[in-house]
């Protein structure tokens, strides 16, 4: 029982992160069929800029206030993500949509820019991010098993985000103009929806929320210019797999990969695991292409 207990505690968060990780990429490549190879450069955005937050709160700002500094760093890393996200979109993607190639070598090529610019500015060296104390620990369920606070933290945020993220998205003005745009943008720019500032705000929104998954990293390990590279192809299966578009999709989609993932590294090891997650969605999505939920459009093909 307790094998089972941390072993499904595990996927669960493993699944989290995923889902923190592609909710982002759920927006701009979901509502959008933007491509954006730099989503994992956003993160690792994100997770510098809790470094830096940090390195301000331990040098500038008296030791009583340290731990505070995460609460901050989540704001912080999601502006600065979103500013980034706003000039790319205004500067190169905006140029580029219904060209999903195009898109795809463009924005490849801006994460490598932007992965060259972290390691002249903080190095190549990974660098460590020190967890507030009120996260260290954890909480004992039964004797062997104990639910770090780091992870119940993680898990708290993507709630936060997700919850964020559907009130915006169904149950705001700003949210139908984005869904209409993305639905029909000629009948939307006729009713009056300025198209291009939806575009720009939908894609910000999307690589700030990239910001905040990075700063969330940080509380698992030390962090480097190639962080969102290790996440990134984990990130696009999560939204293929639960349907392009589809906020539900990408909840079923990351609970799915994470727990299998963890349930088959259990049983083998790290790399087969993995394999057999690979072979089970190219077998599911064999079965339904559109993924678990799909797009209703009353467009016909």
């Known amino acids: 029982m307790e094998v089972l207990i941390l072993q499904l505690f595990n996927g669960i968060s493993v699944s989290s992160i995923l889902l923190l990780i592609a909710l982002g990429l759920a927006i701009t490549f979901g509502l959008m069929k933007v491509i954006n190879m730099a989503h994992g450069e956003l993160i690792m955005i994100g997770a510098y800029s809790t470094y830096l937050t940090q390195n301000i709160f331990k040098n500038v700002l008296p030791d009583s206030l340290f731990d505070w500094y995460f609460v901050l760093a989540i704001p912080v890393s999601f502006l600065i993500a979103f500013l980034f996200g706003l000039i790319m979109e205004m500067s190169l993607i905006r140029f580029l949509y219904g060209r999903p190639l195009d898109s795809l070598l463009a924005t490849w090529g801006v994460g490598l820019v932007l992965q060259q610019l972290a390691r002249s500015i903080f190095g190549a060296p990974n660098v460590a991010v020190k967890s507030p104390s009120w996260l260290e620990g954890g909480i004992r369920i039964m004797e062997g098993t104990v639910f770090p606070y780091k992870r119940l933290f993680i898990l708290g945020l993507v709630c936060l985000c997700l919850l964020a993220m559907y009130f915006y998205i169904y149950r705001s003005l700003e949210g139908r103009r984005m869904r209409a745009v993305m639905q029909n943008r000629d009948m939307a720019a006729c009713l009056g929806v ?22 969330a990293l940080t509380l698992l390990g030390p962090i480097g210019p190639s962080l969102g590279t290790y996440y990134i192809v984990d990130a696009f299966m999560v939204v293929v797999l639960g349907g392009v578009g589809k906020l539900v999709g990408t909840v079923l989609g990351a609970f799915g990969i994470g727990v299998f993932n963890t349930i088959f590294e259990y049983w083998t090891n790290a790399s087969l695991g993995k394999v057999l997650v690979f072979l089970c969605i190219v077998a599911f999505l064999q079965w339904r292409p559109s993924g678990f939920v799909a797009m209703r459009s009353r467009s016909l093909d």
């Not at 500032?197 to 990075?214: H, P, W, Y």
């Open 194 to 215: 300025s198209t291009r500032r939806v575009d720009a705000m939908t894609f910000a929104i999307g690589s700030g929320i990239a910001g905040i998954a990075g700063c």
